[in-house]
């Protein structure tokens, strides 16, 4: 499954057991882009390249919304030694963690059931 293809059915699951939560989900992520697409996806994203996938706008638990960086099952997020396993990877996180000081949760999610989890985990379980 390729990661476009785990934000459809992430965002699929969102409709179906969800269906009163807004949520935006980065069309222009997991997709080959010609250098000009990306130098303006880049412009319309704040200049930041590595913004995280899906945006779940909902308040909950103390934060402002949810941030979902996805990647698709088998994914490597960090070396043995604890450092990102890819330069793109540490900048991800780096967005990830300026989210959380900005008051959203901001999580990574490897595969369809961690991104289920941390869905149903923060907006309270399914139904």
Known sequence: ????????????YLRL??????????????I???MGQAVKQKRLNGGHRAWP??????AKGGYHGLFIELKKNG???FRRDGFPASQHIAE????????SDAGYRAMFAVGF???????????????
Request: hydrophobic share 40%; proline share 2%.
């Open 53 to 58: 996938d899906m945006f779940i706008a909902k």
């Open 32 to 34: 080959k882009l010609t």
């Open 92 to 99: 991800q996180e780096q967005a990830l963690i300026g989210l």
């Open 113 to 127: 059931e961690q991104a289920k989890e941390i869905i149903d985990n923060y907006l309270g379980g399914t139904r």
């Open 75 to 77: 994914t490597r997020l």
């Open 1 to 12: 499954m390729t990661e476009s293809e785990l934000q459809i059915q992430v965002a699929d």
């Open 17 to 30: 057991q969800y269906p009163e939560v807004l949520f935006h989900s980065d069309f222009g992520s997991g």
